[in-house]
């Protein structure tokens, strides 16, 4: 048995137009600006959380860190560290440059004193401890 189909125009277009399309990975070109995301893992052990943070390129000098109650905001730097000789043509380059913010809030506020930082092989470690949770306080009603 002969298999039919039916001759549709419109669909012989839109198959034209988008051949491909999906096959082929996605263009970033013309965003070379953008920087991805920062990536991080939080995780709470023994009364504080510990953030691990993927910075790679990046400088320990170039990296900040702020707290401000429960909120943490990362912020980080990647410079291009050598410009392009006179008689040098770049050919491709895919590396991007500039600076990167992070910021999420957490469940509970962080103890800013006893706050650590660690920085090795592009991974940013903080270890936040939680603030000790005030005591409630009786109102005597006069």
Same mark, same amino acid.
């Given at each position: 048995?002969?298999?039919?189909?039916?001759?549709?125009?419109?669909? *012989?277009? $839109?198959?034209?137009?988008?051949?491909?399309?999906? &096959?082929?990975?996605?263009?970033? @070109? =013309?965003?070379?600006?953008?920087?991805?995301?920062?990536?991080?893992?939080? !995780?709470?052990?023994? =009364? !504080?959380?510990?953030?691990?943070?993927?910075?790679?390129?990046?400088?320990?000098?170039?990296? +900040?860190?702020?707290?401000?109650?429960?909120?943490?905001?990362?912020?980080?730097?990647?410079?291009?560290?050598?410009? !392009?000789?006179?008689?040098?043509?770049?050919?491709?380059?895919?590396? &991007?440059?500039?600076?990167?913010?992070?910021?999420?809030?957490?469940? +509970? @506020?962080?103890?800013?004193?006893?706050?650590?930082?660690?920085?090795? *092989?592009?991974?940013?470690?903080?270890?936040?401890?939680?603030?000790?949770?005030?005591?409630?306080? +009786? $109102?005597?009603? +006069?």
């Amino acid at each position: 048995m002969a298999n039919v189909t039916r001759f549709d125009p419109f669909n *012989d277009l $839109v198959d034209d137009i988008f051949k491909g399309f999906l &096959v082929r990975p996605v263009s970033y @070109e =013309g965003r070379g600006d953008v920087l991805p995301r920062v990536k991080v893992d939080v !995780a709470e052990v023994n =009364g !504080a959380y510990t953030v691990n943070a993927d910075l790679p390129g990046v400088r320990k000098e170039d990296i +900040q860190v702020s707290i401000d109650g429960a909120d943490v905001i990362l912020t980080a730097e990647v410079k291009r560290e050598k410009d !392009a000789a006179k008689d040098e043509r770049v050919l491709h380059s895919e590396r &991007v440059y500039g600076k990167v913010t992070r910021s999420f809030t957490l469940p +509970q @506020e962080i103890d800013e004193a006893r706050a650590e930082a660690k920085f090795r *092989d592009g991974v940013l470690e903080l270890k936040l401890p939680k603030k000790a949770a005030a005591a409630r306080k +009786q $109102v005597t009603i +006069q």
